[in-house]
DNA sequence: AACAACCTCAACCGCATCAGA
DNA sequence: GTCTGATGCGGTTGAGGTTGT
């Protein structure tokens, strides 16, 4: 949405002092200008240097989702959206997370391309799973393995549970805390985008074979 | 051409967490 | 231990674009 770039009236515009809606070019310059010299941190004091009428939550939003160097705009790729769709199946909602897998990506994109794309795309696979027995017994299958998986993760914490960071690390099913890493594999040679398609293509694999 | 319905995505909001005083 | 401000995250909103009728 090239229109989006462009100086429009404001969205959401209030009588307040603090601007918000969309942001100006000359905003972007000026906020990119700040950051450049300060460094992205201290949000607050960057909406003052910039002489911006934002809020510092705003300028952190736009410097993260849209002024950030190396950050890759549109077409989201098949090789990313399988990546996506893995992930979540993995994390649920947990789109910073996803995104640091996705280079370039932010979670904020991640987040908007699931909702308007891949959620209708699940529900319709859902529904095509369910007229399938097979199917069925493979999630479950898949289900109950990933739950053991990540009961082993909290009986290896509650041994550890002498140090204070064990509680943080505790988890159950619903609340996986899977962290940068936890999610690390550059150690073993491979990209973190190569190790997860490979660990979950064997996820896959050993679900229809068991 | 005109209108409505739907879609996309930038941006806001509220809450949680963290760090420093 | 408590307070406060900064930061980060996920959910939600709504303006503007696209598509269908």
Redesign the pocket.
């Given at each position: 949405?090239a229109?989006?770039d462009e100086a429009?009236?404001t969205?959401?515009s209030?009588s307040s002092s603090v601007?918000?809606?969309?942001?100006t070019t000359e905003e972007d310059e000026r906020l990119a200008q700040v950051i450049e010299t300060h460094g992205p941190?201290?949000?607050?004091?960057i909406a003052t240097k910039a002489g911006l009428n934002?809020?510092?939550?705003?300028c952190?939003?736009?410097w993260?989702?849209?002024l950030r160097p190396n950050i890759k705009?549109?077409n989201i790729s098949d090789q990313e959206e399988d990546l996506i769709l893995r992930l979540h199946k993995l994390l649920g909602?947990?789109?910073?997370?996803i995104a640091g897998r996705l280079p370039g990506r932010t979670?904020?994109?991640i987040?908007?391309?699931w909702?308007?794309?891949l959620s209708k795309k699940i529900q319709q696979q859902e529904k095509k799973r369910r007229r399938g027995p097979k199917a069925q017994v493979c999630n479950k299958v898949q289900e109950t393995k990933v739950a053991v998986q990540l009961e082993k993760e909290d009986v290896k914490v509650s041994e550890e549970a002498t140090s204070s960071e064990a509680g943080?690390l505790q988890t159950n099913v619903t609340s996986f805390n899977a962290d940068d890493q936890f999610f690390d594999f550059s150690s073993e040679g491979l990209t973190n985008m190569e190790w997860m398609s490979q660990f979950l293509d064997v996820n896959d694999v050993l679900c229809w074979f068991s």
């Amino acid at each position: 949405m090239a229109m989006k770039d462009e100086a429009i009236t404001t969205k959401k515009s209030t009588s307040s002092s603090v601007n918000k809606g969309a942001w100006t070019t000359e905003e972007d310059e000026r906020l990119a200008q700040v950051i450049e010299t300060h460094g992205p941190r201290k949000w607050k004091s960057i909406a003052t240097k910039a002489g911006l009428n934002r809020c510092g939550k705003s300028c952190r939003l736009r410097w993260m989702n849209y002024l950030r160097p190396n950050i890759k705009r549109g077409n989201i790729s098949d090789q990313e959206e399988d990546l996506i769709l893995r992930l979540h199946k993995l994390l649920g909602n947990r789109w910073s997370l996803i995104a640091g897998r996705l280079p370039g990506r932010t979670d904020n994109e991640i987040k908007n391309y699931w909702n308007s794309h891949l959620s209708k795309k699940i529900q319709q696979q859902e529904k095509k799973r369910r007229r399938g027995p097979k199917a069925q017994v493979c999630n479950k299958v898949q289900e109950t393995k990933v739950a053991v998986q990540l009961e082993k993760e909290d009986v290896k914490v509650s041994e550890e549970a002498t140090s204070s960071e064990a509680g943080e690390l505790q988890t159950n099913v619903t609340s996986f805390n899977a962290d940068d890493q936890f999610f690390d594999f550059s150690s073993e040679g491979l990209t973190n985008m190569e190790w997860m398609s490979q660990f979950l293509d064997v996820n896959d694999v050993l679900c229809w074979f068991s």
